[in-house]
């Protein structure tokens, strides 16, 4: 049930003269589709060693990204070990050997910069990035320095006690920020005590030790499950005849491959936690109010409905959620909306701050937005208008060398063909309000929305 809604008070005064806002504001018209060039890739599996090279050229600018990605994530950490992944990750850049000479964290940062670049580490659930951005005269240094970072970390005691420390510092601080913790608690209210909706506590983050680490990266980091990407000014012949120097003596290890960590499960019908939860902060300045919503996997009939369902409702400035709440009462800076996504599963987050005394009401104000997608058809000049931000978006990342290689790595963790964004782009292109509307009656009901809000006590 929606959260009750507190009586609004009566304006003292009233400046004469001025309308009141439109129920339904008019959106401009939407400009014509552009056509959206989808880079081309090779993908190669160098078959004694199962490591995959992906090239994307984009030549023009001469900017090269290089990025080493292996199937290791927070949900590969041990039963009962969480933050394992995420301390690895951190303390690949920390210290390594490179030519039978341990380097620590300091020199490896500035072996980085003068390639004229810094290396990025980036965590995803089922994905560890290495990255470096450098000129293509360069890319063959970068690769190896991110080779030995990947392959050979020392995982040295005295750094693994700061980074710990830090992680920890950082979590506390996400547990007191009323936006970070309802995000955290998100997932506990969508997969309830399934790993996926795990929460990392400090305590888990201290319990972390230098062996874990170790055995994690000794059980998943090996060539079969890692992809060298490339992509920017760079043909693939010329990149196979300098890529393959640098790796040619990583080889698979005997041990057999080990199945991965279970898919998250699809959400259940029914919320494992109260359709409403409050989380109290006292002490915050602003409340933050989330609604989520089920999603679909990469691999649904509907997932293009449903990636157009989610821009309808809070994807852009002129997007209902924010019209509603933002534009039309001004009540927040502004609403969001995210997919976490997943090939079988998926879950769309609203989320909104505010003062705490409108917690309640914007809170009403999102679960009727998401639920009147059902009831509601969609004007065709407003899906045109969401379609084409979606596409414009996904232009403006395939533009950069570093987007792209966020696209390729995205799909390369979920398995898919380097024909499917081509693909959902077809399929995107093809969805008609009709089916928007249906993927709101089949997933976003009243008793699948969950409601999370997170600062003072409401009423308070």
Do not use: K
């Not at 490591?51 to 290089?66: C, D, E, K, M, Q």
């Amino acid at each position: 049930m929606p959260v009750p809604v507190p009586a609004a008070g009566q304006m003292a005064t009233r400046v004469p003269d001025v309308p009141a806002p439109s129920a339904a504001p008019l959106l401009p018209e939407p400009g014509p589709m552009l056509a959206l060039h989808i880079p081309e890739r090779t993908e190669t599996v160098f078959g004694e060693h199962g490591l995959t090279l992906i090239v994307a050229p984009r030549p023009g600018l001469p900017l090269v990204s290089v990025a080493l990605m292996v199937r290791c994530g927070p949900a590969f950490d041990p039963p009962g070990r969480r933050g394992v992944a995420e301390l690895m990750a951190q303390l690949l850049t920390r210290g390594a050997r490179r030519r039978d000479r341990w380097v620590d964290g300091v020199a490896l940062a500035r072996q980085a910069e003068a390639l004229g670049s810094a290396v990025s580490v980036r965590v995803e659930d089922r994905l560890t990035v290495l990255e470096m951005t450098v000129l293509a005269p360069r890319a063959a240094a970068a690769l190896a320095l991110l080779s030995d970072l990947l392959r050979h970390p020392v995982f040295a005691a005295t750094d693994l006690l700061a980074v710990r420390a830090q992680a920890r510092d950082a979590l506390a601080l996400r547990l007191q920020d009323p936006a970070q913790l309802a995000a955290l608690v998100a997932r506990r209210t969508a997969w309830g005590a399934d790993p996926q909706g795990s929460v990392t506590t400090p305590a888990q983050l201290m319990a972390v030790r230098r062996e874990d680490v170790v055995a994690l990266h000794r059980r998943w980091v090996r060539p079969d499950r890692v992809a060298v990407v490339l992509t920017g000014d760079l043909d693939t012949a010329g990149a196979r005849a300098w890529v393959w120097p640098v790796l040619a003596d990583w080889a698979r290890p005997p041990e057999p491959l080990l199945d991965e960590p279970a898919e998250p499960p699809a959400l259940l019908a029914a919320p494992r936690l109260p359709l409403t939860l409050q989380l109290p902060l006292p002490a915050a300045a602003q409340t933050s109010v989330l609604v989520c919503a089920p999603f679909v996997g990469t691999e649904a009939e509907d997932h293009a409905a449903g990636t157009l369902a989610a821009a309808v409702v809070g994807a852009g400035y002129s997007a209902r959620l924010n019209q509603e709440v933002r534009i039309q009462r001004g009540l927040s800076y502004g609403v969001t909306g995210r997919i976490e996504q997943h090939r079988l599963t998926g879950l769309f987050i609203a989320s909104a701050q505010t003062d705490h005394v409108h917690a309640a009401e914007v809170a009403t104000l999102m679960q009727t937005q998401m639920l009147a997608l059902a009831q509601q058809p969609v004007g065709a000049a407003e899906l045109a208008a969401r379609r084409a931000a979606l596409i414009g978006g996904l232009a403006r990342q395939l533009d950069t060398t570093s987007g792209l290689v966020a696209r390729i790595g995205e799909d390369w963790a979920l398995g898919a063909a380097p024909a499917r964004l081509a693909r959902w782009l077809a399929q995107l292109e093809a969805i008609s309000p009709a089916q928007v509307r249906a993927f709101a009656q089949r997933h976003w009901t009243a008793e699948r929305l969950r409601t999370i809000v997170a600062g003072p006590p409401l009423g308070r």
